[in-house]
């Protein structure tokens, strides 16, 4: 597994990809819920990577049609209740229940939920549960027959609050997948996050994610990710942005690598002198790294294959925590601070 933040050439370095070409898709017909046209070829070259800054792609309410690979979900029939875990809601995703409403420019006044694209000044689309949208999600399909069983299926996307109104909802999301285009999906452990928002008045979280499908998720025609979020309890639900999705065919190539990225306020600034621990799950051990004046840290020598838990300390900011799995060098980690209330800070001693 592994939370961190793909942007432009900042990404996790890893070896087999994503070719977005109709003639390299795989010819796979279902019945059940189809992302457009057919699953995303896995080949040698580059990752597949959906950032939502192409506002062209969705242009008219629950219209898919351009966008390759993804489509979004109200979730109705598949819980009945507020508060349900996403992690349990494994069954078939009903087809009738597409949606996407588009073009909206402010979500922290659009009232509707479900899913919705937003053209803010950093374009996303998010899911928000109610009543009516229950378990709001994306569905991906891809084909990794390229992918060999040497290598690894690894899914990665920021989860970004978004919703700066009153309303303040914990808001878990969890990862699944199958294999096919039908039938009951798998929970992914390593991608459920348990509140992807930051409170009331408040959007600034951004939660990073990236999770090592199971080995089963390897040289298959059609494998089929899917991204949830549930309506919350007693609560006004919050959009939470679904963004940068990467997903890559992974190989351990190095004994070691070095893990590296950039402490940041709220307003994008990096932060100097902030703690960086970085504990391997395996190991047991612990390594730190203290950020520079602009806020960048790295972290050498990191055994590969492990699972890593990322936490930064700093007097005047909280961070959510990030984990991953590490294959080779990750640069562009982006953990982005929420600052703290000045009781708080009274509270530990600062």
Not at 223 to 233: Q, S, Y
Not at 283 to 308: D, E, K, L, R
Request: with cysteine.
């Amino acid at each position: 597994m592994f939370r961190t933040t793909i942007r432009g050439n900042a990404a996790i370095v890893f070896v087999c990809s994503l070719v977005i070409v109709m003639t390299g898709f795989a010819l796979v017909v279902s019945q059940s819920s189809r992302a457009n046209a057919y699953p995303i070829e896995i080949t040698d070259g580059g990752p597949y990577n959906q950032n939502w800054s192409n506002t062209g792609l969705i242009t008219t309410d629950n219209d898919w049609a351009s966008v390759v690979a993804i489509e979004g979900f109200t979730g109705v029939g598949l819980v009945s209740t507020t508060g349900v875990d996403p992690r349990t809601v494994t069954a078939d995703t009903p087809l009738a229940t597409k949606q996407v409403f588009a073009n909206q420019t402010n979500p922290s006044t659009f009232s509707s939920s479900g899913v919705a694209e937003f053209q803010i000044t950093d374009p996303t689309v998010a899911l928000k549960g109610s009543s009516t949208a229950p378990a709001p999600h994306l569905i991906l399909h891809f084909d990794s027959t390229r992918c060999t069983a040497t290598k690894a299926m690894v899914v990665s996307y920021r989860l970004r609050d978004i919703d700066g109104s009153t309303a303040d909802a914990i808001s878990p999301v969890a990862l699944h997948y199958r294999i096919g285009a039908t039938g009951v999906f798998t929970n992914v452990a390593s991608g459920y996050v348990a509140d992807a928002t930051s409170g009331p008045s408040i959007a600034t979280r951004v939660t990073n994610v990236s999770a090592t499908l199971p080995v089963a998720a390897v040289g298959k025609p059609d494998v089929t990710v899917r991204i949830m979020l549930t309506d919350a309890t007693a609560a006004a639900d919050e959009w939470v942005g679904v963004d940068d999705i990467n997903i890559k065919c992974a190989l351990t190539t190095a004994s070691s690598a070095n893990i590296a990225g950039r402490v940041v306020d709220e307003y994008g600034t990096g932060v100097s002198r902030a703690r960086v621990a970085v504990f391997d799950t395996v190991a047991g051990t612990n390594s730190y790294a203290y950020t520079n004046a602009f806020g960048y840290f790295t972290v050498t020598n990191q055994p590969v294959g492990h699972f890593y838990i990322i936490s930064v300390r700093h007097k005047y900011y909280s961070f959510p925590t990030n984990t991953l799995q590490l294959f080779e060098d990750v640069g562009g980690l982006v953990i982005g601070a929420t600052p703290q209330s000045e009781v708080e800070l009274y509270g530990r001693g600062y």
